[in-house]
């Protein structure tokens, strides 16, 4: 079985943007549930819809693959997510190593979605001594002492790190010199790393503070709207009160008293 160590994959020589590298994802997600349910075809209007974009970007993406569809029948499933999964390396085994194995780093440990998407945890190193032997989602934890030897007797090219911030950095040094090229790091820490190495960022925190920031402009827009209904309901009953005192001493025609005297 190929692993990670002895393919790269030719989506930057193909020239492919960036930002629809990070949205073939997204098209992938949305096919695997298609071809679960044995659906056969699929529109670009519905496959955008439930993949959260618009069908004219995802037209777009497509024609970097080189697949344009059929008029009036949409795109083959099946084809796609071959062809998606293969683009993105996830045709071949991708051994990864996770370090730090605390509460997250157990969880991801235990995350089944990894095998079926062509990851393989093939190690959890954690600098913890008691930790070492101790099995996590069937898997012995090893001592960071090791890491060299165990990214180099798995050929691992994917490091994952869930350490705490402070041991983040030289975890991430620790790996690149051990010839990892790709990082994926959970620890709330900006990583430097070299040249040729990628990294990506999950950051929780930071993820819940931009939902907060939305939820207090939903708050604010409420707040104000509801000022506005309030001040246009206290403008109409100024103009009721002001009209019904200036015209309360004449008649029908506004300048005759509606009662005359006797």
Sequence with gaps: MA????????????????????RLPLYLRALTGLSERSVPT??????????????????KDFSYLGSYGTRGVGYDVEYLV??????????QDWPVVIVGIGNLGAALAN????????FRVAALIDADPTMAGKPVAGIPVQHSDDLERIIADNGVSIGVIATPAGAAQPVCDRLVAAGVTS????????????DGVDVRKVDLSIELQILAFHEQRKAGEEADAAAAAADALAAVAAKGQAGGA????????????AVMPA
Excluded: M
Aim: glycine share 12%.
């Design 42 to 59: 699929v529109s670009s209007e519905e496959l955008a819809a439930a993949a959260g974009v618009n069908s004219a970007k995802l037209r």
């Design 246 to 257: 200036s015209g309360s001493d004449k008649g029908p025609d506004g300048d005759v008293p």
């Design 111 to 118: 995350y089944g979605g990894f095998a079926s998407r062509g």
């Design 82 to 91: 071959y062809q998606i999964s293969r683009e993105l390396g996830l045709t």
């Design 183 to 194: 990082i994926l790091n959970f620890a709330p820490t900006v990583l430097t790393v070299p």
């Design 3 to 22: 692993t990670g160590r002895t393919h790269r994959t030719a989506t930057r020589s193909r020239g492919i943007p960036e930002a629809t590298v990070a």
